[in-house]
């Protein structure tokens, strides 16, 4: 029984995870009016508060996203992109945020609201170093300042996305819990 109700929760939270991870396609369809208003840091969050085994939060929240980079970059240029300059810097974000999201223990609005906040602020000091974008910005401490400044914008956009999307997987999951035990972890089956 304790194998079917893993099994079970573990693929409600990979099919709400891709299910989640396909919204990216809307920034492609609309991309002024959505860029960077996506579910990817939700996403990562909510894999790592959920996944009972950690490994499997990085491997499903990496793999899928992963696999959307690589359908969006398609839909952008024509191109098979598997790896880019900045894949490195982006996938380790992916990873710093289904950590943060693992330290979620409780799962209600203030904390998954600080979670969300501290993986766009490292996001954001991360993403938008500016040797990642060649000389749009100097490789100054000025320039990294510049880059910031002109990445509010797309951040924004992302904490309005953290906002919607956290939403919809934390709510969703937690009330699904709520009224199917089958998707509880142990330590809440226990109490």
């Known amino acids: 029984m304790s194998l079917q109700k893993i099994n079970t929760r573990t693929v ?8 989640a991870a396909a919204m990216r396609l809307l920034s492609y369809k609309f991309p002024y009016i959505l860029s960077n208003f996506t579910p990817v840091g939700a996403i990562a969050l909510f894999g790592g508060a959920y996944f009972t085994d950690k490994w499997k939060a990085y491997l499903v929240v990496l793999i899928t996203l992963f696999a959307s980079d690589v359908l969006i ?9 598997l790896w880019y300059g900045g894949s490195f810097w982006v996938y380790l974000t992916f990873g710093i945020m289904v950590f943060i999201g693992s330290l979620i223990k409780k799962a209600n609005i203030a ?11 490292i996001h954001w000091l991360i993403i938008d170093m500016p040797f990642l974008y060649g000389t749009l910005y100097p490789h100054t401490l000025a320039g ?6 002109a990445a509010i914008p797309f951040e924004r956009n992302m904490v309005l996305g953290d ?8 709510g969703g999951f937690e009330l699904a819990k709520s009224k199917y035990s089958i998707l509880r972890g142990k330590k809440e089956l226990a109490v």
Do not use: D, E
């Open 12 to 19: 409600v939270l990979i099919l709400m995870i891709v299910a």
């Open 73 to 81: 970059n398609y839909l952008y240029t024509s191109k098979w992109i």
């Open 111 to 121: 904390n998954v609201a600080i979670a969300s906040l501290a993986s766009i602020c």
């Open 144 to 149: 990294y300042g510049r880059s910031l400044v």
């Open 163 to 170: 906002i919607v999307f956290c939403a919809i997987l934390f």
